[in-house]
């Protein structure tokens, strides 16, 4: 059981490339999400999806897109990278609706110059 | 949309007492909350959920005691150790969203 693996680990981009995290989970959890995190402003909801084909904005989607084509694929996109987007990125992962235990994956250091 | 404080100065305590974190939030009263564990260059990690129906949960040293009135959750570490230094983050779930907030840094010194 691998839980959630993400890469890469670290990224730079120049501003105006485009780039996808990948983000995967081999617990058969239907809930996943994309969080964003900067020093002194914690963990912010990207993006999440309560199961294939469903996918909704969290707090700051701007930026950034997601689908789910699979149960264990969770991919972000930034179409267009921008220096206010160079942060730490975590996916998640979570099982029952009642009881939304996060599994989170070791992150991605994104640097956008 | 909802915010959550917790202390962002560091809580620095001495081997064996009890450690207490804050999490305050404002707006409506979230489904549970949660309170996780980060260590530096790590993803967080669960550690307990409590229910806005329930006034306390335990797990071992750990301790969550959450009130509605107040929008209020405690956070207890008893007997802490050293290896209980880290960021401690809490979390609100509602309508299928995580609100999480800053953390607070925790140092246990020998």
């Known amino acids: 059981n691998a839980g959630v693996t993400q890469t890469p680990k670290f990224q730079v981009l120049k501003t105006g490339q485009s780039m996808t995290l990948q983000c995967a989970q081999d617990?058969?959890?239907?809930?996943m999400s994309w969080y964003r995190q900067d020093p002194g402003m914690g963990l912010r909801l990207i993006h999440y999806?309560?199961?294939?084909?469903?996918?909704d904005q969290g707090e700051v989607p701007n930026g950034y897109n997601v689908s789910r084509s699979t149960t264990e694929d969770f991919p972000l996109r930034l179409l267009s990278a921008a220096p206010s987007q160079t942060s730490v990125y975590f996916c998640?992962?979570?099982?029952?609706?009642?009881?939304?235990?996060?599994?989170f994956g070791p992150g991605t250091r994104l640097t956008v110059t | 949309s909802q915010k959550i404080e917790q202390n962002s100065e560091a809580l620095n305590i001495q081997e064996g007492k009890t450690a207490t974190l804050t999490c305050n939030y404002t707006?409506?009263?979230?489904?549970?909350l949660q309170w996780y564990r980060q260590d530096p260059g790590r993803g967080p990690v669960f550690l307990l959920l409590i229910r806005e129906n329930e006034k306390e949960k335990r797990k071992e040293r750990l301790k969550v005691t959450f009130d509605t009135t107040l929008k209020q959750s405690l956070f207890h570490i008893t007997a802490s150790q050293p290896a209980d230094s880290a960021t401690y983050l809490c979390a609100l779930y509602n309508f299928n969203k995580f609100y999480f907030g800053s953390g607070t840094k925790l140092n246990v010194k020998p």
């Open positions: 617990m058969n959890h239907e809930y």
């Open positions: 707006n409506y009263s979230p489904a549970y």
């Open positions: 998640a992962s979570a099982g029952h609706p009642n009881d939304y235990e996060q599994y």
């Open positions: 999806s309560v199961g294939a084909g469903i996918t």
